[in-house]
């Protein structure tokens, strides 16, 4: 079936923010599918509230709305632009439960909009959990069975028909408290019947335990006319029970026989055909190691993480695929891009191994837990190409930027190894590692851990050989350790070699069939071999510049870099540059075969990235819009002769040293807040003193970070010193003055003669809390025309000053009606997406330009201030703390969001308004008739500024609730409070929390480390019950702020980007 | 780790590790793209007189399982990247190396397969020699030809091998079948009598089957002209279904004609389209010789290769036989075919 010309405008639902197990793989999707959608010559309606996407670009679709991703919001721009058609497989979760709400009311029928793609039906049967158990009964595909029993005699009815082992759980019981595996009915008696006295309701479930069978996922596509492929097998290092976003993975599927293979390729494509899929869709299998017993786990009937990955580790591209097969076309029409001579209906044949490695967040939530379970915790992920497991692992740990290059990593705590073996956390892979170098046998670690066989004795192969080289090095040993995927300064530290005979890596091409044809897209991978086909590979003859991408996304570190990544690539060729990627991340755009001229798969490190070079031989390499894992190349880069384009690696590092910023400072007589470096308990007291409280704390070369603290007074230094101090520090501690004043940020392009700020950001909360975790808002708010001026000058003299040619993001704080500047960073911010999309300047490709020699007046778009327009834009940030329940979610230095979304509108509170109904941050308030209350707790120092919010929300009619402390000074102001006991007393505020009088809670003052774990617990109720929960007072007068301001998801303007008024205002 | 060689016959040389027997050999050089069924490819007897190079990088994963075996193993010798030294797997009984010990086959690790992969796409299928020596000229290894391939793997005896409940007689002609092709029809209530290759068409019909089935095998298809001319006396008195070897067969039987290709399909991923339905299936495929499509008398294409458009399944109505180039029966590969001996059964019930 050709091209459905009934299609003619369809709207996508994009995944808005990245949160954890959603994250930049929905934009690679999303924008794949725009493409395609307009490649068709389909009119393509977008919404999306994450800013920081490639999909949300101007030319990938026609019509795109920033706004909340509800189903209220969704109705109001499908009843304003009456598309005929809505593609919801692509947005992740998300776009997919919208769909299906607005399907399930009859929205869809009612305005004659059809669903492409797969039918709500066929969703509905993969989703629902009864619905599912059911059809895959109807089908005879097996699920993990289980039955529910309310007494004893049942529960060993139940287990005799599902077989021993069984795991036994508690109905109502927190963390399962209560349950436990029996192995037989003895056992099960004893475990049935603690199981019901510990339920509430009588009640366990009893469930077969398979606890050690292997995870394998297979990706797979189906089109309308039924026929069906398996695109990619998957497997997990761990076995069942590790969430497949949180395991190492391989594919192809390593430990399977044909036998076992077929057997779950077949069911998997027997479950797409019984559901009626079209399009791609994952299915999860648990597979007995010791028989052909398998258990059907899940099925995600539309793009995912795993999705992407496949399409990155096999070359096939699922998402785009997807979207032809919902536009009308069968899989045998379809072209496949990378042969140009086959056809899409067929399966990728691996001529090498892929091993995926996940990103934790935990350097930035010090005494989380590390424990991995069936709840994600990663942020992101990497992946490697290679000849053997053991390089595609050596390749993808010290990709994953965790500061490490080969498996040793020094354990977290002083536990046996033997001990720490049977916990699976993120540090698991090491623990094994460590337990095989210190002579524990492969089998004895099967047992504890459940890992197979297989893959530990490829660890083993490593070990082996790092005993090998500790002996010294030889030239048969050299060869090996390369094939073996370590680095020559690993080796180095290893065999205690002084010298290294050295040896370039050749290329691979990633090909789809296992060079059965010829390749026409140019996705390499490193290998030993004697041939090298990057080399070999015809080029245009154009100068060749390469860009390095950003790596796993991270806290800090999120798709924002791979946007602008993107457009430099696409501004280059456009130039006529041939362009080479660098970048070891599956979910993104830039790793895409077809964003730049050649794709190079490979790790950001100094050696794998100069072999490439080495091939390439670029005229310029570009570091700007990487993140920090570009950046902390170019010294690098710069010593061995490479040039750097933009910003020199000179100006680079006059803005990172700290005091030769500061002398550049001194000079131009700007402003920074006064610090110093300090040793000792004493020399900080001393400092503080000096500087005068409040002060920021922080050891200089933070790791991980979370060491950063505003402190109020001597107790407060005495107290963190002393902890410092404990852990023994290298480097001072700086400490600096905190000023609690407007921060305010400003993304700068120079060409080195001339300036160009596309606009001036100022965040709701004061200084203190990270740039990245505030609410900003565009154009600033309370900034006078001659501050504005100021922060214009300053930031044109330190831009040009530090030579930049290109980018750079300059953070200020505005005390006292002083400017200070906070920290310069000379590359491409966080913000630059966000700001380039609202005022229509394409900042990374005037960048781009500007690095490789044109001048801003050449091109055209201004100089100084760019003019205001009639928006206001707001950027707000979103945490994933539903999947991370144990962290501190307090706000402060630290950052901690993982995503953020835009809201833009007319006033400032309207943008606010939908930024903060994107972030989820909405609230029951007396204006919708509700009930509604305010918790509020703050500190000391904060008791001065809370009346007058006090005042705010008693007028808005909401009720108050204070903590002692703070229910005086608001009684004192004359309003009536209720007091609730302190959390630490009592469970006052948790029962006011669930009955429902308290809406949002104001809770300051979590700073000391002995009141952290009550936030910690009050935060997470709240979580449980969705009320927001604020560590700021700048927040919540913001808030208090959106509510006064009367909007609703039904009275805002619907802002078309692409439409935008261009007027200024 | 001891050395030893590849040696192509347009000369070039490839250095590697010896594993398996300690022999050399030589043989014609082919590759499959077959991610897992080594053991299947290995016991493959249409594999004879080949040697067999896996482009993918991990062979012996999960050990030798005799359960799984298709036929004896009759490959000349066993290329790979990385052979498994300590496979997992709950049925695995030995490795990868001491099958091929055992079986007497020399096997070369730690070789660039994609490499000379890309060289047979590029020059076709050539033969070579594994050697633990440099040999001093390639006139042996260019002399090298495949003869005699059927006579050498077909059964020396018939056999019969019951269905549990009987429901048709099927003669199976042996020409280096798969196991799981008896398998598959054994399944379907088929009782299966295996005959060697050069049993005549009367012996066969005196035992009045319900259906024959031509097996797949090894070689030049036509190198077989006897069974040929068997078969064509078969055709029309006895439903007939053909794979692989016996799809060529059939073929040639009824006019057509056969030619080599450059480098064949081996692989578990190969496109096929079913003329009738436009349905397209993953097959699992090992053939160096096609049937040229525009040859075709007295039948119609009814698969397609989705991929290059070459025959892989022809419809004889009025002979009341078809056939096809892949293989239905998978082992390696994918069952996604496995209806078309659901087909052969309704054939049979007339």
Redesign the interface.
């Given at each position: 079936m050709p091209l459905n010309k009934q299609i003619k405008k369809v709207m996508v639902i994009g995944s808005g923010p990245i949160v954890i197990g959603q994250a930049a793989e929905f934009d690679y999707a999303g924008a794949q599918a725009c493409r395609v959608l307009k490649e068709a010559g389909v009119n393509v309606v977008l919404v999306n509230s994450n800013p920081a996407t490639i999909m949300t670009d101007k030319a990938l679709a026609d019509e795109i709305y920033l706004e909340p991703l509800t189903e209220e919001t969704v109705k109001r721009i499908l009843l304003k632009e009456k598309p005929d058609s809505l593609l919801a497989g692509l947005g992740g979760q998300t776009g997919l439960t919208i769909a299906m709400q607005l399907d399930k009311d009859g929205f869809l029928a009612q305005n004659g909009i059809r669903l492409i793609g797969t039918n709500a039906e066929a969703i509905d049967k993969a989703e629902d959990r009864r619905l599912f158990k059911e059809t895959m009964q109807s089908i005879g595909e097996p699920t993990i069975p289980s039955d529910i029993a309310n007494d004893v005699k049942t529960a060993l009815d139940k287990a005799e028909q599902i077989g021993y082992p069984v795991i036994v759980r508690p109905a109502f019981t927190l963390g399962g408290a209560g349950g436990g595996v029996a192995y037989n009915a003895e056992e099960l008696e004893g475990i049935a019947k603690t199981g019901l006295d510990a339920s509430p309701i009588t009640q366990i479930l009893v469930e077969k335990y398979i606890f050690g069978w292997k995870e394998i996922e297979f990706e797979t596509m189906r089109d309308d006319a039924g026929n069906v492929i398996a695109v990619c097998s998957m497997e997990n290092f761990d076995p069942v029970g590790v969430h497949t976003g949180d395991s190492i993975v391989v594919a192809p599927a390593l430990t399977l026989s044909d036998k076992e293979y077929q057997m779950l390729r077949s069911a998997s494509l027997h479950i797409i055909s019984a559901l009626g899929i079209v399009g791609g869709c994952n299915c999860q299998f648990a597979l007995n190691p010791e028989s052909f017993e398998y258990a059907v786990i899940e099925v995600n009937p539309r793009v995912s993480r795993s999705s992407a990955l496949a399409s990155k580790a096999t070359g096939y591209p699922i998402a785009k695929i997807t979207t032809k097969i919902a536009l009308g076309y069968t899989l045998d029409e379809i072209p496949n891009d990378i042969t140009g001579k086959t056809c899409a209906c067929f399966e990728p044949a691996l001529d090498y191994v892929v091993v995926k490695f996940p990103k934790w967040p935990f350097d930035k939530f010090a005494g989380a837990s590390r424990a991995l379970g069936t709840q994600m915790k990663a942020t992101g992920e990497v992946m490697a190409i290679a000849e053997s497991f053991e390089e595609g692992l050596m390749k993808a740990v010290r990709g994953a930027e965790i500061g490490l290059d080969t498996l040793n990593a020094a354990p977290l705590d002083d536990l046996p190894v033997s001990e720490r073996l049977a916990m699976a956390d993120d540090r698991r892979l090491f623990t094994v590692f460590e337990a095989l170098k210190s002579g524990i046998s492969p089998e004895e670690i099967a047992r504890i851990t459940k890992i197979d066989l297989f893959f530990l004795y490829k660890l083993q192969n490593l070990a082996d050989y790092e005993n090998r080289i500790s002996c010294g090095m030889t030239e048969a040993l050299y060869q090996e350790g390369k094939k073996l995927g370590y680095p020559d300064e690993a080796l180095k530290r290893l065999s205690g070699a002084g010298d290294l005979p050295g040896m370039d890596a050749s290329y691979n091409m990633v090909d789809t069939c296992g060079a059965e044809f010829d390749a026409v897209t140019p996705y390499f991978y490193s290998t030993h071999g004697r041939i090298c086909e990057a080399r070999a590979f015809p080029r245009s003859g154009k100068p060749v510049i390469m860009v390095l991408g950003s790596g796993p996304i991270r806290i800090g570190q999120g798709i924002e870099f791979d946007y602008s990544s993107v457009h430099c690539v696409w501004t280059l060729k456009s130039m006529g540059y041939d362009v080479v990627i660098v970048n070891n991340n599956p979910e993104t755009v830039s790793t895409d075969y077809d964003t730049a001229d050649r794709l190079y798969f490979e790790p950001l490190t100094p050696e794998d990235v100069m072999n490439i070079i080495k091939v390439e031989k670029p005229v310029g390499v570009v570091v700007a819009f990487g993140g920090q894992t570009a950046i902390k190349l170019t010294k690098f880069l710069d010593q061995n002769g490479v040039s750097i384009l933009g910003t020199s690696a000179e100006g680079i590092d006059l803005a990172e040293d700290r005091e030769r910023f500061d002398a550049l400072l001194e000079r131009f007589s700007i402003k920074r807040p006064k610090g110093a470096g300090v040793n000792t308990l004493k020399e900080a007291l001393c400092a503080a003193e000096m500087l005068g409280y409040p002060v920021l704390l922080r050891p200089s070369y933070v790791i991980g970070g979370q060491n950063m603290k505003i402190v109020h007074d001597a107790k407060e230094v005495r107290m963190y010193m002393e902890r410092i101090l404990a852990q023994g520090i290298d480097n001072p501690v700086l400490v600096d003055k905190y000023m609690a004043g407007k921060e305010l940020e400003v993304d700068v392009i120079s060409d080195g003669q001339d300036v160009l700020i596309p606009g001036i950001m100022q965040h709701i909360e004061r200084a203190g809390v990270h740039s990245g975790d505030s609410i900003a808002v565009y154009p600033p708010y309370s900034i006078d025309e001659g501050m504005t001026r100021h922060i214009v000058e300053c930031s044109e003299k330190l831009a040009l000053a530090l030579g930049t040619k290109g980018l750079v993001n300059i953070q200020y704080l505005i005390y006292q009606d002083e400017l200070y500047v906070i920290e310069v960073n000379p590359r491409a911010s966080r913000t630059i997406p966000y700001i380039s999309k609202v005022t229509d300047i394409p900042m990374v490709d005037v960048a781009s330009r500007v690095m490789t020699g044109q001048t801003l007046r050449e091109i055209g778009c201004g100089t100084g201030l760019h003019p205001i327009p009639p928006y206001y834009a707001v950027k707000a940030p979103v945490f994933s703390f539903e999947k991370l329940t144990d962290v501190n979610a307090y706000l402060g230095p630290e950052m901690k969001s993982t995503g953020e979304v835009l809201g833009i509108g007319k006033t400032r509170e309207e943008a606010l308004f939908k930024a903060m109904t994107a972030a989820g941050m909405t609230l029951r308030s007396p204006h919708g008739g509700e009930e509604a209350g305010v918790f509020i707790s703050v500190d000391t120092h904060d008791q001065a500024e809370v009346l007058p919010l006090a005042q705010k929300f008693a007028a808005l009619g909401f009720r108050l609730y204070a903590t002692e402390e703070t229910a005086g000074t608001i009684r004192g102001g004359g309003l009536s409070v209720r007091e609730v006991a302190g959390i630490r007393e009592s469970d006052h505020a948790f029962d006011l929390l669930e009955s429902g009088e308290i809406s949002v809670i104001l809770y300051t003052g979590a700073l000391m480390d002995s009141t952290v774990e009550d936030y910690i617990a009050l935060h997470r109720k709240a979580l449980l019950l969705s009320i927001p929960c604020f560590t700021s007072l700048d927040t919540a007068n913001a808030l208090a702020d959106c509510v006064q301001s009367r909007y609703t998801q039904q009275n805002t303007e619907l802002v078309n980007i692409n439409a935008l008024e261009k007027t200024a205002r | 780790m001891k050395k030893a060689y590849l040696v192509l016959e347009n000369g070039t040389v490839w250095e590697g590790t010896a594993f398996g027997a300690e022999t050399d050999s030589i043989g014609e050089l082919v590759?499959t793209?077959?991610?897992?069924?080594y053991?299947?490819t290995l016991t493959d007897e249409s594999y004879y007189g080949q040697i067999v190079m896996q482009?993918?990088?991990?062979i012996g994963?999960?050990g030798i399982?005799p359960a799984?075996f298709e036929g004896n193993c009759s490959v000349k010798a066993y290329v790979v990247?990385?052979w498994?030294?300590?496979?997992?797997?709950?049925?695995a009984e030995e490795t990868v190396d001491r099958f091929l010990k055992q079986k007497g086959i020399p096997g070369i690790s730690g070789i660039?397969?994609?490499?000379i992969?890309?060289l047979i796409?590029e020059q076709g299928v050539m033969n070579a020699a594994i050697c633990h020596t440099l040999p001093a000229d390639l006139a042996a290894i260019r002399q090298y030809k495949i003869t005699r391939a059927v006579e050498a793997v077909t059964a020396k005896a018939p056999y019969t091998l019951p269905a549990e409940k009987e429901r048709f007689r099927v003669t199976l002609i042996d020409y280096g079948a798969k196991h799981n092709i008896l398998r598959e029809l054994i399944r379907r209530g088929c009782t299966v009598t295996v005959v060697p290759a050069e049993t005549t068409a009367e012996q066969i019909l005196a035992a009045k089957p319900d259906g024959v089935m031509l097996s797949n095998g090894p070689g030049d298809p036509a190198d077989n002209s006897a069974q040929i001319a068997q078969i064509a006396k078969l055709c029309g008195k006895v439903p007939i279904f053909g794979i692989c070897l016996g799809h060529q067969l059939l073929a040639l039987a009824l006019g057509a004609k056969t030619e080599k290709l450059k480098y064949g399909h081996r692989?578990?991923?190969?496109?096929v389209?079913e003329t009738a339905t436009?349905?397209?299936?993953?097959s699992s495929q090992n053939h160096g010789y096609a049937v040229v499509s525009e040859t075709i008398r007295n039948g119609r294409l009814s698969f397609i290769n989705?991929?290059d458009g070459t025959c892989e399944g022809i419809d004889y109505p009025e002979q009341n036989a078809f056939s096809v180039q892949f293989h239905p029966e998978?082992?390696?590969?994918?069952?996604?075919t496995a209806f078309l001996f659901d087909q052969f059964v309704s054939r049979m019930e007339g």
């Open positions: - | 590759f793209t077959g991610m897992n069924g053991i299947e482009t993918f990088p991990l994963n999960y399982i799984d990247r990385e498994c030294r300590h496979p997992s797997n709950f049925r660039d397969t994609r490499a992969t890309k796409r692989g578990s991923n190969q496109p389209k436009g349905r397209t299936y993953i989705a991929n998978a082992a390696a590969g994918p069952h996604d």
